[in-house]
């Protein structure tokens, strides 16, 4: 990491004003019992909170710093349950590999192996119900984000917003979710070109049933 990005580093993370740099070293140690710790500050966070994971726990960390280095950590692996949760859903979509209730199946090898040890961190890592509450929130964020893209779309291009009322305009999305990912929108060419030749082809098509009738 260049001395920029180890500057922003240390102005994101709250466990480095914990921690005592030690020049041309490349380690750094704790301020409370100046233990030394080398990696990432993710070790500090783990010797403030009193994990026992990779590191013995600080002797002398005030309450109120361990309580905020918990939190920081289970912020952290929060963040990875609902990556891990958006990339399960997006591989079931992408496999059809989820049962009739819409549930992704659990693979045969996952299902023999044995528990996994609960660590000190796990008493404030709720449970499936929490974790359905995190993935709904994540999917609220994600929908928040592309509707401000097309909202983006119709200002940029002065698109009157009753637009939206237009049939087509759900069912154009519609067609883009069933897709999935990796969609690639039609170019100014195939739009003018052989999409335009079809849906004149289609009207003429229904006119010609219309008449008839």
């Known amino acids: 990491m260049d001395e920029e990005g180890s ?8 466990a480095w004003k914990y921690s005592i740099m030690i020049p041309d070293e490349k380690y ?8 030394q710790i080398s990696g990432t500050i993710n070790r ?4 403030l ?16 710093v361990a309580e905020e280095c918990k939190k920081a950590l289970l912020k952290l692996q929060n963040v990875k349950i609902m990556r891990k949760a958006t990339l ?3 591989r079931v979509v992408a496999t059809g590999s989820g049962n009739m209730n819409g549930e992704s199946g659990s693979s045969p090898t996952m299902s023999n192996l044995p528990p996994k040890a609960r660590g ?4 404030f890592v709720s449970t499936q119900a929490r ?14 984000e592309v509707c401000q893209r097309i909202g983006r779309f119709f200002f940029s291009s002065g698109i009157p917003f009753n637009v939206a009322n237009d049939p087509y305009y759900l069912s154009m999305f519609e067609g883009v979710a069933n897709y999935g990912p990796g969609f690639v929108p039609p170019s100014m060419h195939e739009l003018r070109t052989w999409i335009l030749k079809d849906e004149v082809t289609n009207i003429n098509k ?8």
């Open 88 to 90: 399960e859903e997006m």
């Open 7 to 14: 500057k922003n580093a240390r102005k994101i993370d709250v």
């Open 44 to 47: 500090l966070k783990q010797h």
């Open 120 to 123: 000190p961190l796990d008493d």
């Open 28 to 35: 750094f140690r704790c301020k409370f019992c100046t233990q």
């Open 206 to 213: 229904m006119l010609d049933e219309h008449k008839k009738s």
């Open 49 to 64: 909170a009193g994990t026992h994971k990779g590191i013995k726990p600080c002797p002398k960390v005030p309450d109120e």
């Open 131 to 144: 974790q359905a509450t995190l993935n709904s929130k994540w999917k609220k964020e994600e929908r928040k």
